[in-house]
């Protein structure tokens, strides 16, 4: 069914302040959820919400943290998440941040502790926003095989890049898995096979049942170099965040444990350098003029696609599965409430 | 033939010496070199002597000059590179900039006009010796084509990340290109065809010629997710540097015009949080250990290989092309029988 970008920020909106979550908190939760299904990717959308309002009910989830910011040097904000949610914490600490990068031309927020954050796209659009370039990293359970190993040891850490330039910013946003590990689920839900080269089944041969595969690893992108950035983008998160490794991080995927990954993210203020943003876009202009391989296929420039696809979704709405809808409406204790009535 | 350590070493500096580099340039020079050709990265190595010798010839590069530095904010140090060596303006920007990372916690170091820094890894293993995660971007003139396209449109925008750990440091140090531009120049001086893959020619068709790659673009590593990291270091580099971009980059190659591409360094110190490196360090140590997919070849991280490499460099010498020793011999106004010597 056809959803409108109002209805599903309502609904999301309504369900997570109906589990606790203030108003505030509550909408840029189901921004960061709506955007992703607007932009043209679910398994960052709408369909964790079930799980975050589980999550939220069992104590796993506290809506109402920012968590607890502390400066550990004069240009990094350190946060102990506290169970908050993942885009409340980050968005809180990186508006604590940011006015001091005209004075530090650098800092970082360092977070452990936090619920997921969906596309880290959100993060670097906000920073890029702003007018500073940023660099988002984050880690999570271990569910990628070492180039040349068979077994889950690496998180998908994906990595985020935001450049302001005189129009569009330059919005990248990657997993260092070949896909998500999202994407993979998505396929389980649908009952879709997955492609070949995706994962390895858990006892580390290849597979293309998704259900399988959950039980597996998914390969790095791009081969040893893909796994090469994969592994230490989950260092540098670890040695940054203090937070948990791969192979000890929860509660980004399950409804059982508290979310210990990590969240880093760099603001750096841009060189002043005269008519440097004009620069900036007449080259991505360039790029996506320069000659395509496959006629009718121009050049992309990373979050072009995204673009467009948010353009048209905000226009058109967008599809959603019918039963995640079923499924999302009766997470509404307003609906609960109407079954106590009829027990009565 | 085989050439050691310290044979290669003094050659290296002796040249750069003669050519009028001070003995501490020349000796960090070399030794930037050198360790790429122990590595076993011949196409950063002793190759890149002659156009380096020529570049100080014609006054391209000034082998006396450290840049200028300048802070553009507290925790931002901006250098023009003023056509120093690549090495020398960008280690002595750093280790202006170390001893405050302990009360900033963060900072960057943004370079112009400076040479070639050769391989990367060297930046963020003295940054890691530091104590310190180090992260290192540069950009270059444009030979890579953008997935989709067929034109060399990108640099290949190098990143390296060093995380120290109780044990080694972890040093990732990658091209988005699928090669460096250095190894297609090795294949053409050596006269071997490149694999499938690699590039296309002028024309956009592909190519396993190098002469013909070489007039043409290589691929981005990765596919889309390689040319996405591609370009986001692209327009990082030079929003940060102020630098110039792929198109109109210049003297990195050729022995025609002054170097005007961009590096960056960020020095970041690791969370305090008690055990973290022996965590990191344990974390890798299981990565290793986990199941290969191959019998006998087991999981790496990234800077294993290259370290196994230069110990066993460091103990046996290291081969090199018995012509490149003759041209480097040639380039010396004193002529350098003595070094014959020395060969091992």
């Known amino acids: 069914m056809r959803l409108s970008e109002a209805a599903a920020l309502a609904l999301a909106t309504r369900l997570l302040e109906e589990h606790g979550a203030t108003r505030d908190h509550a909408a840029l939760q189901a921004r960061v959820l709506v955007t992703a299904e607007m932009k043209g990717h679910p398994s960052h959308g709408l369909c964790r919400l079930p799980r975050l309002v589980e999550r939220m009910e069992r104590g796993l989830i506290d809506p109402q943290t920012k968590g607890t910011q502390r400066w550990r040097a004069d240009a990094v904000l350190e946060v102990e998440g506290s169970a908050g949610l993942g885009p409340i914490v980050a968005m809180a600490a990186i508006e604590r941040l940011a006015p001091h990068i005209p004075d530090l031309g650098i800092g970082l927020v360092a977070v452990r502790n936090a619920n997921h954050l969906g596309m880290l796209a959100h993060y670097v659009e906000a920073i890029a926003a702003m007018g500073l370039v940023g660099i988002a990293l984050s880690s999570s359970e271990a569910l990628v095989h070492p180039f040349g190993g068979t077994q889950a040891m690496l998180g998908t850490n994906p990595i985020a890049i935001g450049v302001p330039t005189a129009e569009d910013p330059l919005v990248l946003d990657l997993a260092t898995s070949i896909v998500p590990m999202g994407r993979i689920h998505h396929h389980a839900a649908t009952g879709r096979p997955i492609p070949d080269g995706w994962a390895l089944d858990a006892a580390g041969k290849p597979t293309t049942d998704p259900k399988r595969a959950k039980a597996g690893a998914i390969a790095p992108f791009g ?122």
Do not use: M
């Open 223 to 344: 081969d040893a170099k893909g796994y090469g950035l994969g592994i230490a983008i989950e260092l540098l998160v670890a040695a940054l965040a203090g937070s948990a490794l791969a192979t000890e991080v929860h509660g980004t995927l399950d409804s059982q444990s508290p979310c210990n990954k990590g969240d880093v993210f760099i603001l750096i203020e841009p060189s002043l350098a005269p008519g440097l943003p004009t620069r900036l876009s007449a080259y991505l202009a360039a790029v996506r003029a320069s000659p395509s391989k496959v006629a009718g296929e121009p050049v992309l420039v990373p979050g072009d696609r995204a673009r467009q696809r948010r353009a048209a979704a905000s226009r058109n709405g967008f599809e959603i599965n019918q039963s995640l809808w079923e499924d999302l409406n009766a997470l509404s204790p307003s609906r609960i409430l109407v079954f106590e009535g009829q027990r009565s």
